[in-house]
């Protein structure tokens, strides 16, 4: 029986080894296939394995923390203290993906960005887990508080934009509607991906970050650019110059005429500069475009910052003019109407270009990013985007504007005993929608602190007339520049 | 001349028994970070119980194996440690401390089997009981009264709260009738009947007994749904018969019984059609989701797929994702944790432990333990094979224990028990044999 049992010998090894051999494929070979399977739970279960990094602002209020868990397969869960205050800021971090600051800084607050090699080093030498960077955000959270509770108070959808005009820093982000990212953050994939498509089919868009993802017809704010492109052209212009301002401007190439607003005239028809920015008036800004052409226009909103990709760090969607069309078309671009699509941020770019000695600083969120033990791993660093002006022609601008909030359309930007400067803007979108409401604008004159764009969609409705960013807008501004300038 | 090796095999008990501490120590830091309290009980009960075990087998199997405890010791340990894990990521159904004190019965039961066998040509005797109490304890499930449906396979009987699997106890039943049956036949089944191309077919009377066998892992498919248990049996009575007979002749024909017999069940049983299109297509997405589709393997196999070469390290893989993760999923949460590299090692275990089996075979000096020995080895390859290479997808996927690891305590027992008559053999087997009185002076040798 010997030569059978050792031919069973061979064949009980045999299967041994195509056991092994099978595992062998499976674990080494399929691996990473079967990693990758969509029906892997595991691949979200290693999301919540690390404790990742808290989002703050302003150094102590916490937006967004990991929660350590003691039971079941997720040992870390991420909760949003502030609510919905910050959602479209922080994003949410759901099972599958991520939003916002979560997903732009999501390699520095899960730990995997090679800027923390050094730390992963030390925490596998010395024995302790993996945790991910805190970041600080610029957000000032007063300014928040009061953007939000300002533009919610307005019933409105719309976005409110507050930068730091000498650095870039985002001192406010706020778009409404909102949603509650904790809602969208729980780990179980069911109810996450219900409430997603609930939010996702809204209307009213409650997922949409409005002050960067999103673009809108300036109306009248955008004035400020031409007029920024008129003073650079010729500098003994300044504000006393006299425009041309006809009740009605007829268009080239075309019948058509563009009017003031209501076929109001525009003081005695030759007006000084300031008071057709006061005033708002339409005709001398579409003769200024009309006479500069297409290609300058172009360049002084390049030189704000339109067509550039921006990431502050969440990419912001591209502001432009549009393609250059039949030549009255950039007469309608000077009044922010036809093809000019702006973010708010742009146009808070703007307004904080033009304070700022015409210098745009590149507008970012990110103040620090600190490892887990509070060691220092980047910080911001305020960069110049471009040189929008001369300081020169920046403050004759900047002195213009402060003379709209206090003898023009943006007198509801005032704020006592401080020199506050504005652009008010009415903008018409499709025939029957009402308007949206804008104001742009900044605080103090002298050592600005603040610059803001603020959009009201569809604002116009209740209150009348060219006054509307006046009535609706400027005073959403104003509350978010008190809370800057009275800390 | 065989060592006794006494000193060898405690030492190695003794490193079996620390590697199980170490992966229960790192299953408690991996979960709470810190050493699990029970760990010095815990330590001492399983020391205690295979110190025990190692006393007896010192004094009534001194010249066994040395190998065979301190592996037995090593999956056994490496099992209860998976379980104790997959207790605490969750699963309400497993308990360690049911499988703690199952395994120390499984010693009880293999320690009392060495001091009351001390010959197993004993059990020679006991040919056909042990034949009828093995089929009657296969077809106890099916008893109205006793049987007890659990999952959708009616393999177990039910004593007030306590179930037993009596189909883990036939097998050893059976393959002691097995080799005590093909003993005593085996030159009526060697004989040559016609020669058909390269193949000696044996005479179609001699079919008898083969038929018989097929006919009831047949019966056991049907009536009790459970594939694995059929394949087992089947597959060892085949082999058995080949070691015996020495005829390839039977192998081929057991091959193609079954194949025959799988191929009508797959026509007549749904259940048996859809594990082979599930082998065959395990990912296919509507396979992964219809009910008793491909997901339970798909999750096993997406368990070893994370944990790559090296695993997850104990207590920081997901083994609440596999379903019956603590029974017959069990490997792929070792795979999952310990990576291939403990699946490899635990493999290389369980051929050690038959290829032990296989070498008492070959020492062992009568045509019964031979056989017996032959047979326990082989059942116990051959089910770590099905199974394994069930959950791994090597082929269509039948429920079975894994020996030693899954919770069960009727396994456990039967395994023991299976570990006790090898350990047994071997020792009967490597026993030097009584000195032949040499004394030329007084016996004349004749020789014709």
Known sequence: MNGTLKRTAVACLAMFALLMINANYLQAVRASDLEEDTRNQRNYFERYEVQRGRITAGGDVILAQSVETDKGDFRFLREYPEGPLYAHVTGFFSPESESGIEKATNELLDGSSPDLLLRRSIDLFTGEPTRGANVDLTLNPRAQKAAYDALRQEGKRGAVVALDPRTGAILAMVSLPTYDPAELSKPQKQPVFQRYDELAKDKSQPLLNRTIDRTYAPGSTFKVVATAAWLEEDSSRDAQTPVEAPVRLSLPQTSHQLPNYGGAACGDGRPPMVYALEKSCNTPFGKIALDLGYDKMLEQSQKFGIRQRIGIPMSVAPSDIGPQEDPAAIAMTAIGQRSTQMTPLQMAMIAAGVVNDGKVMKPYLVNKVTDAKGDEIDAADPQELSEAMSADNARKLRDMMVSVVNNGTAKNAQIPGVAVGGKTGTAETAKGQPPHAWFIGFAPAENPKIAVAVLVESGAASVGAEATGGGVAAPIAKVVMEAVLNQ | ?448
């Open chain 2, 1 to 448: 001349m065989p060592a006794k090796r006494r000193v060898a095999q405690l030492v190695m008990l003794a490193f079996a028994v620390l590697i199980v501490m170490v992966a229960y120590a790192n299953v408690g830091l991996a979960i709470d970070e810190q050493i699990p309290s029970g760990m010095l009980t815990y330590g001492l009960g399983l020391g205690g119980l295979m110190l025990a075990a190692y006393l007896v087998l010192a004094r009534f199997a001194p010249w066994a194996d040395p190998l065979l405890l301190p592996l037995v010791t090593l999956v056994n340990g490496i099992g209860l440690v998976m379980i104790y894990r997959i207790e605490r990521g969750g699963e309400d159904l497993a308990s360690a401390t049911n499988q703690l004190i199952m395994t120390g019965a499984g010693v009880v039961l293999f320690t009392v089997t060495l001091i009351a066998l001390r010959d197993h040509r004993a059990l020679q005797r006991l040919t056909y009981t042990s034949g009828f109490i093995g089929l009657f304890l296969l077809v106890s499930p099916l008893i109205p009264g006793l049987g007890k449906e659990i999952n959708g396979a009616r393999i177990w009987i039910g004593f007030g709260p306590a179930t037993i699997q009596p189909a883990e106890f036939a097998k050893l039943a059976l393959v002691v009738f097995f080799a005590g049956y093909l003993v005593a036949k085996r030159d009526v089944l060697a004989l040559a009947g016609r020669r058909l191309l390269f193949i000696d077919l044996p005479r179609a009377r001699d079919l008898g007994p083969v038929l018989i066998t097929w006919g009831v892992s047949l019966g056991v498919l049907v009536m009790q749904k459970d594939l694995g248990s059929s394949l087992l049996l089947f597959g060892t009575f085949i082999v058995m018969l080949y070691i015996a007979t020495q005829r390839t002749s039977w192998v081929l024909i057991g091959i193609l019984l079954f194949v025959g017999g799988a191929f009508v069940a797959s026509q007549l049983f749904d259940h048996v059609q859809q594990r082979i299109d599930v082998w065959l297509n395990p990912e296919n997405d509507e396979l992964f989701r219809k009910v008793g589709g491909s997901e339970q393997l798909m999750q096993g196999l997406f368990a070893m797929g994370a944990g790559g070469i090296l695993g997850t390290g104990l207590g920081q893989g997901h083994p609440s994702l596999i379903p019956l993760s603590f029974s017959d999923f069990i490997f792929a949460a070792v795979g999952e944790e310990l990576g291939l590299t403990g699946v490899m090692a635990i493999l290389m275990v369980y051929a050690l432990i038959v290829e032990r089996g296989l070498r008492t075979s070959l020492s062992a000096r009568d045509p019964f333990s031979k056989l017996l020995a032959g047979g326990l080895s082989f059942l116990l390859a051959w089910q770590v094979f099905i199974i394994v290479g069930g959950v791994t997808n090597l082929i269509p996927l039948t429920g079975l224990v894994t020996p030693f690891m899954s919770q069960g305590g009727s396994a456990l027992l039967a395994n023991w028990v299976l570990i006790a008559l090898l350990v047994r053999m071997s020792d009967a087997a490597r026993r030097p044999p009584p000195q032949a009185i040499q004394n030329e002076g007084l016996t004349q040798v004749f020789q014709r």
